[in-house]
C-alpha cells in the first residue's frame, strides 16, 4: 500500500464520531466499508480517488468547506491524487 493516511479523532461520543483526515501525497486510507451515514467537509480544495471492491474507480473534485454526505455500507479506498496534503473532517452519525 502507498503512505496511509492519518486519522486524528477529535470527537467520539454514542452520537456521533468526528475524525480528521491528513493525506499526503498519494496515501490511502486503505480498502473499508461505512459502518454509519457519513458527513465530509474537506479542508482544502483538491481531488481524491476512490477506488472500489470491484476494482473500478472514481475521482471527486472536492472544494473546501463545501460538505458532502454518504450513507452507511459504502465500501472503497481514498487515495489523495493531488501533489499536496489533502485534509478533511469526516463526521460519522452512529
Given amino acids: 500500500m502507498t503512505n496511509a493516511a492519518q486519522p486524528t479523532v477529535q470527537l467520539d461520543n ?14 490511502a486510507t486503505g480498502p473499508h ?3 454509519y451515514d457519513y458527513v465530509v467537509v474537506p479542508m482544502t480544495t483538491g481531488q481524491l480517488r476512490m477506488v472500489l471492491p470491484d476494482g473500478g474507480d472514481s475521482h471527486a473534485d472536492l472544494v473546501a468547506g463545501q460538505a458532502y454526505s454518504r450513507g452507511a455500507g459504502v465500501e472503497h479506498d ?11 473532517v469526516e463526521i460519522e452519525i452512529k
Avoid: L
Wanted: glycine residues 4%; proline residues 7%.
Fill in 78 to 88: 481514498v487515495i489523495n491524487a493531488n501533489d499536496s496534503e489533502f485534509v478533511f
Fill in 33 to 35: 466499508r461505512h459502518e
Fill in 14 to 27: 454514542d452520537r456521533v464520531r468526528v475524525t480528521e483526515w491528513r493525506f499526503p501525497p498519494g496515501a
